[in-house]
């Protein structure tokens, strides 16, 4: 019978690995599972964690996705919402930075969006002109290579009668 859940334990980890995250000591002492089971869980979930394999990782969501969860967060009570935020391997200071996110981009009108998406369209745009160019470049080269061995086959043909 597992006394801790995947998630639980996979949120543990993940908070170690993140730079400038707590030592397995410190851990520890702040969830009260013992150190030799947290290197455990880093063994065996350090892969897991590190390649992103359940993108829950709280800078890896979209706006949407932070809504909800902000709202998910709302009417639950401080017993509740260390659970809740235990369960999705997050910390009280992403909602904070979450709200002010969502307030920013509600203020905005989605304008810094809009200018994001003019700016990829514009890197996109350079790209596929490179592209084009790099397409044309390579058909020149492989024009020249063919004639040249037609030249060469030719050549090495009237030179034997």
Not at 27 to 46: C, D, F, N, Q
Not at 89 to 100: A, D, Q, S
Not at 107 to 121: H, I, P, V
């Amino acid at each position: 019978m597992a006394r801790y859940s995947v998630n639980f334990k996979e949120a543990v980890v993940r908070k170690m690995l993140l730079p400038g995250g707590k030592g397995v000591q410190a851990t520890a002492e702040e969830t009260g599972v013992s150190a030799p089971t947290l290197y455990g869980w880093i063994r065996k979930l350090r892969r897991t964690v590190e390649m992103g394999e359940d993108r829950t990782g709280p800078n890896e969501r979209s706006l949407s996705e932070k809504l909800e969860l902000l709202m998910e967060s709302a009417n639950l009570g401080p017993d509740a919402l260390g659970e809740w935020l235990r369960g999705r391997g997050v910390h009280e200071e992403h909602l904070k930075l979450w709200r002010t996110e969502v307030r920013e981009a509600l203020e905005s009108g989605g304008s810094a969006t809009r200018r994001d998406l003019a700016q990829s369209r514009g890197e996109i745009k350079a790209l596929e002109k490179e592209v084009r160019r790099k397409d044309k470049a390579l058909a020149e080269l492989t024009a020249i290579v063919v004639l040249k061995k037609k030249l060469e086959t030719l050549l090495g043909e009237e030179k034997e009668p």
